[in-house]
């Protein structure tokens, strides 16, 4: 079994900033990617960015690239996601996930099997 926490959310300001972090524990952590993920109230579970197991190779969603970074400690079994330039439209619940298979590298949500509790992100015009 695999346990996630997510941690960092909260309330911001349009044009600010947050920074998520997940720590991770009951699996091999450095052979898997990791993934951030969002819902926003009424809409589907959506793909927000991926890590390669080495930390080396990552992926985006439009909608945020160019202002959210994620990255990946091996050593300490954690995985964050720094959140610049907020805009109202990034309002949702954040989860990190984690995939079935170890050295993919998964942008899908059917790809992930473990899931953190989430954090709310809530950014005010």
């Known amino acids: 079994q695999v346990q996630l926490v997510e941690s960092g959310g909260g309330l911001v300001q349009a044009e600010g900033s947050l920074r998520l972090s997940c720590a991770v524990s009951?699996?091999?952590?450095?052979?898997?990617?990791m993934g951030w993920f969002r819902q926003a109230p009424g809409k589907e579970r959506e793909f927000v960015a991926v890590?390669?197991?080495?930390?080396?190779?990552?992926y985006y969603a439009d909608s945020v690239k160019g202002r959210f970074t994620i990255s990946r400690d091996n050593a300490k079994n954690t995985v964050s996601l720094q959140m610049n330039s907020l805009k109202p439209e990034d309002t949702a619940i954040y989860y990190c996930?984690?995939?079935?298979?170890?050295?993919?590298?998964?942008?899908?949500?059917?790809?992930?099997?473990?899931w953190g509790q989430g954090t709310q992100v809530t950014v005010s015009s």
């Open positions: 009951g699996r091999t952590f450095s052979r898997y990617a």
């Open positions: 890590i390669h197991w080495s930390g080396g190779t990552t």
């Open positions: 996930a984690f995939p079935q298979y170890a050295f993919a590298l998964p942008t899908t949500r059917g790809e992930y099997v473990y």
